[in-house]
């Protein structure tokens, strides 16, 4: 009696072969775009609070405020870091968005462009937004760290 081949371990490596094909096609159909998605969405609402924060400064007395640039620095670090964490849980939840309809041409008829729903894009409504307490408070304090760099700023200017 002969006995049986063993196959060794090339099963395997073309089981994890397939499996890594199959995650990064659908990484980079799926996972990708909706990430990018929420970073520039992320990059969106701090830009408005950094914004909105500069702009409040325009009527106060800066010699009265002290400010620890490197603490502000760190904050406002973590705090982004947190606004990117609850955009990744909440960003797409009805309650803190509006959404978009994105058509994509796909061809002409009869001389018209013919148009397809693509896809539903969000953006969060800060307004909306601001009623969630994480949200609130992340929001706030960023806007805070972001007042005290921009005052260690003006006050570097000022010298």
């Known amino acids: 009696m002969r006995p ?5 371990c090339a099963p395997v490596f073309v089981l994890l072969i397939v499996l890594s094909i199959w ?15 929420i970073k520039n969405e992320t990059k969106k609402i701090l830009d408005n609070a950094r ?3 500069i702009n409040s400064l325009d009527t106060l007395d800066l010699r009265t405020f002290l400010v620890n640039t490197e603490s502000a620095r760190k904050d406002s670090a973590c705090l982004a870091k947190e606004m990117h964490n609850w955009m990744k849980q909440q960003g797409e939840n009805p309650r803190f968005c509006d959404y978009k309809y994105v058509y994509d041409s796909v061809g002409t008829k009869n001389g018209q462009t013919v148009f397809r729903l693509s896809k539903h894009m969000w953006r969060v409504n800060i307004d ?7 949200f609130a408070k992340t929001f706030s304090k960023y806007c805070e760290t972001i007042k005290q760099l921009e005052i ?4 570097q200017n000022q010298k």
Not at 128 to 134: G, L, R, V, Y
């Open 4 to 8: 049986e081949p063993k196959l060794g």
């Open 23 to 37: 995650y990064g096609v659908s990484y980079f159909e799926n996972i990708k775009p909706h990430n990018d998605h």
């Open 51 to 53: 914004e909105e924060s």
């Open 128 to 134: 909306k937004a601001m009623k969630d307490q994480e």
């Open 152 to 155: 260690a700023r003006r006050k």
